[in-house]
């Protein structure tokens, strides 16, 4: 199957919408975007970090669901402060009215209605984690690149080659054998029916987060599209804030009906590990899914939403690993298979990329006649 790119397939139109940094990610590879990178270190510390937190949390008595939901976005304040550096930073350098914010009204509602969305995402997800070990609920959430890459196609008009579609089908038959052999790694104490109500809701999360990402995606480039302006982190981070504020809000309103806000000091006082443990894990917890989000949100906005799928996918070796070493979690057979059909689908589809980066230097002239000969969008802050 001949590999095509987007310049070579795509509408102008559709060029344009599909992602205002597109042509900055085509002119270099994508370990050669220092601001790619970023975001990729990032994800690496929140994903590695965050579920190990949030099954500890579960493991030494904790059992608030919506208490777990709020921490994958609470950690949004840490934003505040290097937005009000970038804020007096474009000041100093503008001769004009500098703006407080480079969002639009139009984004801003989209994210909002995207921070809502991750809110119930991020409590489907909880409800997985409160009963399923960690090496199984990350397995089951890299099945996200299969619905990312669905949604993908119908809302960005991603395209395919025969490396990702291979990706997603060894992703997806990773997670069927899961399935498959669902139960066989039930920790002590969940029964089968919260086991497989567990199982349900993470695939559950997991298509949601799929629908997520794209979502986000098309935003950012309508933005970018009508506006003109550049790429910054600056605005990656503002909208982070906004996702996070809405999740934040939508957990807190779930707290609020569910009575959490009256157990947690008790649970903090029963907490296996130590009350000052208990308020340390929910602290370090927040932090380190904040540093993911944030390092998604770049991914798509400097990459695409499919490849923060498949940056999310290559962590999971990662997890399964530490999982084993820190919960003494069963690694059996077929959990091995699913990872290494993991890892096959990640190196597919970056092999992918790569070819497809070799046939866009050899022709440069579709980026020139797309983009004109103006100079990137996409600056640092």
């Given at each position: 199957?001949?590999?095509?790119?987007?310049?070579?397939?795509?509408?102008?139109?559709?060029?344009?919408?599909?992602?205002?940094?597109?042509?900055?990610?085509?002119?270099?590879?994508?370990?050669?975007?220092?601001?790619?990178?970023?975001?990729?270190?990032?994800?690496?510390?929140?994903?590695?970090?965050?579920?190990?937190?949030?099954?500890?949390?579960?493991?030494?008595?904790?059992?608030?669901?919506?208490?777990?939901?709020?921490?994958?976005?609470?950690?949004?304040?840490?934003?505040?402060?290097?937005?009000?550096?970038?804020?007096?930073?474009?000041?100093?350098?503008?001769?004009s009215?500098?703006?407080?914010?480079?969002?639009?009204?139009?984004?801003?509602?989209?994210?909002?209605?995207?921070?809502?969305?991750?809110?119930?995402?991020?409590?489907?997800?909880?409800?997985?984690?409160?009963?399923?070990?960690?090496?199984?609920?990350?397995?089951?959430?890299?099945?996200?690149?299969?619905?990312?890459?669905?949604?993908?196609?119908?809302?960005?008009?991603?395209?395919?080659?025969?490396?990702?579609?291979?990706?997603?089908?060894?992703?997806?038959?990773?997670?069927?054998?899961?399935?498959?052999?669902?139960?066989?790694?039930?920790p002590?104490?969940?029964?089968?029916?919260?086991?497989?109500?567990?199982?349900?809701?993470?695939?559950?999360?997991?298509?949601?987060?799929?629908?997520?990402?794209?979502?986000?995606?098309?935003?950012?480039?309508?933005?970018?599209?009508?506006?003109?302006?550049?790429?910054?982190y600056?605005?990656?981070?503002?909208?982070?804030?906004?996702?996070g504020?809405?999740?934040?809000?939508?957990?807190?309103?779930?707290?609020?009906?569910?009575?959490d806000?009256?157990?947690?000091?008790?649970?903090?006082?029963?907490?296996?590990?130590?009350?000052t443990?208990?308020?340390?894990?929910?602290?370090?917890?927040?932090?380190?899914?904040?540093?993911?989000?944030?390092?998604?949100?770049?991914?798509?906005?400097?990459g695409?939403a499919?490849?923060?799928?498949?940056?999310?996918?290559?962590?999971?070796?990662?997890?399964?690993?530490?999982?084993?070493?820190?919960?003494?979690?069963?690694?059996?057979?077929?959990?091995?298979?699913?990872?290494?059909?993991?890892?096959?689908?990640f190196?597919?589809?970056?092999?992918?990329?790569?070819?497809?980066?070799?046939?866009?230097?050899?022709?440069?002239?579709?980026?020139?006649?797309?983009?004109?000969?103006?100079?990137?969008?996409?600056h640092?802050v």
């Open positions: 199957m001949e590999v095509e790119t987007a310049a070579q397939t795509q509408p102008r139109e559709q060029q344009q919408l599909t992602s205002a940094a597109g042509a900055d990610v085509a002119a270099k590879p994508l370990h050669r975007n220092p601001r790619l990178v970023l975001s990729f270190f990032l994800m690496v510390v929140g994903w590695a970090c965050g579920p190990l937190l949030l099954r500890d949390y579960f493991v030494h008595g904790g059992n608030r669901k919506w208490l777990s939901s709020l921490l994958q976005t609470t950690g949004w304040p840490i934003l505040i402060a290097p937005l009000i550096a970038s804020y007096f930073s474009r000041r100093r350098r503008s001769t009215t500098t703006p407080v914010f480079l969002m639009s009204i139009r984004l801003l509602a989209a994210c909002v209605v995207v921070g809502l969305t991750t809110g119930l995402d991020n409590f489907l997800y909880a409800y997985g984690m409160a009963s399923l070990p960690v090496s199984t609920s990350s397995i089951l959430m890299a099945t996200q690149l299969a619905f990312t890459a669905g949604f993908a196609l119908l809302l960005v008009r991603q395209r395919f080659t025969a490396f990702s579609v291979n990706a997603v089908l060894l992703l997806s038959i990773g997670a069927a054998m899961l399935g498959v052999n669902g139960g066989g790694d039930r002590a104490g969940v029964t089968r029916t919260e086991y497989y109500m567990g199982f349900g809701m993470t695939l559950g999360a997991a298509a949601l987060y799929g629908l997520i990402l794209p979502i986000m995606e098309l935003s950012q480039a309508a933005h970018l599209a009508r506006t003109g302006s550049a790429v910054t600056t605005l990656v981070m503002e909208m982070q804030l906004v996702i504020s809405s999740a934040t809000v939508f957990s807190l309103i779930g707290m609020i009906v569910n009575n806000f009256h157990v947690i000091p008790r649970e903090a006082q029963e907490f296996g590990l130590g009350k443990s208990y308020y340390a894990l929910l602290v370090g917890s927040a932090l380190v899914y904040q540093l993911f989000s944030l390092g998604m949100n770049g991914a798509i906005i400097y695409s499919l490849l923060g799928g498949v940056i999310m996918t290559v962590l999971i070796p990662v997890t399964e690993v530490l999982a084993v070493l820190f919960f003494h979690e069963p690694f059996t057979g077929i959990k091995g298979i699913a990872v290494a059909l993991s890892v096959w689908g190196v597919s589809y970056f092999y992918g990329e790569i070819r497809t980066h070799a046939q866009q230097s050899a022709k440069p002239s579709n980026i020139e006649q797309l983009d004109g000969p103006s100079d990137s969008s996409v640092a």
